[in-house]
């Protein structure tokens, strides 16, 4: 059997998307918890793809590292970290339970929330506006510093220095 029939024909299942997103939940909540000391660690480079770009958060980073202080019961850290952790680990836990109950029983507990196109705008538009506060927030912090630093033509800039050097 090859993979790509297995992904086609897993849209026909019931049990296969939900194991997958119960097994995706599952190591979302137990990624931080085990890997404490490694995501906490002051140095540890950031693995963001738009944090690397650009040098400025996006509207996930740091949920990882607020996860993993939340589950050792650092609320405050946590909530340093990313504003939205209490809400994104109740989320988590209300779908793993959610998601058990659908394998238990084989039948749906509800249908999908995002199907009305009104509500992955409105989903949208809060993350957009998010990352705007976000980003202002983050160049009114002393972010400038940062920014100059991490981006990747500030990278580059420094390499050529380097080599010329």
């Known amino acids: 059997m090859r993979l790509t029939s297995f992904i086609t024909r897993s849209g026909e299942s019931f049990f296969w998307p939900r194991l997958l997103a119960l097994a995706l939940l599952a190591g979302?909540?137990?990624f931080p918890l085990l890997a404490y000391d490694w995501v906490t660690a002051p140095g540890r480079p950031t693995l963001c793809p738009l944090r690397a770009v650009t040098g400025v958060p996006c509207p996930s980073c740091g949920i990882t590292r607020a996860l993993a202080h939340l589950e050792r019961g650092h609320w405050g850290e946590a909530v340093r970290c990313h504003p939205f952790v209490p809400a994104v680990f109740l989320l988590v836990l209300a779908l793993l339970g959610m998601l058990a109950f659908e394998l238990a029983t084989g039948r749906p507990f509800i249908g999908?929330?995002?199907?009305?196109?009104?509500d992955v705008y409105l989903v949208f538009a809060g993350l957009v506006l998010f990352q705007v506060v976000r980003t202002v927030l983050f160049f009114l912090d002393g972010g400038w510093a940062v920014f100059r630093r991490e981006n990747v033509l500030a990278r580059l800039w420094a390499l050529v220095q380097a080599l010329v050097d």
């Not at 999908?112 to 009104?118: E, G, I, K, T, V």
């Open 28 to 30: 979302m909540l137990l």
């Open 112 to 118: 999908n929330p995002l199907r009305s196109r009104r």
